[in-house]
């Protein structure tokens, strides 16, 4: 199961300018890795108290007797709140977060089928923006104190940063984006990252992709590398 959370909070940086500013977007991966096709639908929305921010995944990887995709086998999402009240004031680069992440997954073939939750798992804490003079690279720092249900974890906060880098190296349409988290789940350090290259081709279409970095990540220990090439089109 993927976590994302990328390009659109590239847009925040209109928040502190004051003009609203809202997109959606829809991206396709094949996980080279894992071997299957994940979807994510994106969206943020920012208004005078702050900005909301979600995403849902779906992993493609039910297969029949046959082997043949049939159906999704898993989906996550997650949605955030930034409260933002004083944008006008010395602090207004700091949001208070509230977040809820979520998901559950199904495998084996339809005769003989298993399956797994994501725990629901509830976030409050800050964000720190940050940004150069015309937007186009923005640093979002968080600090969160993260409760699962059913699980203790030993110490229960994530950390996260997320960066977004407009017209890459001078090239038009080329954006780098991604985040990194740092989180404990019971007695494990978990890590994710998801560094994402993107060309826009034109003007809702863009290709690329990603490469989720991991640490003891969705039942894989140690370190994993899992490269994904994928579109985006952006409504």
Not at 149 to 156: D, E, H, T, Y
Not at 199 to 212: A, M, P, R, S, T
């Amino acid at each position: 199961m993927k976590k994302l959370l990328t390009s659109v909070l590239v847009a925040a940086g209109l928040l502190m300018t004051g003009n609203a500013f809202a997109q959606t977007n829809f991206q396709t991966f094949y996980d080279l890795g894992r071997k299957h096709f994940t979807t994510t639908m994106e969206g943020f929305h920012q208004d005078n108290w702050g900005n909301t921010f979600f995403f849902i995944d779906y992993d493609y990887d039910m297969r029949n007797g046959n082997n043949a995709v049939i159906a999704p086998s898993g989906t996550y999402m997650e949605i955030a709140r930034c409260l933002n009240f004083w944008q006008d004031s010395a602090l207004s680069a700091l949001s208070v977060q509230v977040e809820y992440n979520g998901g559950l997954g199904i495998f084996g073939i339809p005769a003989a089928i298993g399956g797994f939750t994501v725990n629901n798992a509830f976030l409050v804490g800050l964000d720190y923006f940050l940004h150069s003079e015309n937007f186009n690279n923005t640093l979002n720092l968080k600090v969160l104190y993260k409760k699962f249900s059913g699980l203790a974890s030993k110490v229960p906060m994530q950390f996260t940063a997320v960066w977004g880098l407009k017209d890459l190296f001078g090239a038009s349409g080329l954006n780098f984006s991604g985040f990194a988290d740092f989180w404990c789940e019971g007695n494990s350090l978990v890590f994710l990252s998801e560094p994402q290259l993107w060309y826009q081709i034109f003007d809702h279409c863009n290709i690329g992709g990603e490469v989720e970095l991991s640490y003891n990540f969705a039942g894989m220990q140690g370190f994993n590398v899992m490269p994904c090439i994928g579109t985006k089109w952006v409504f």
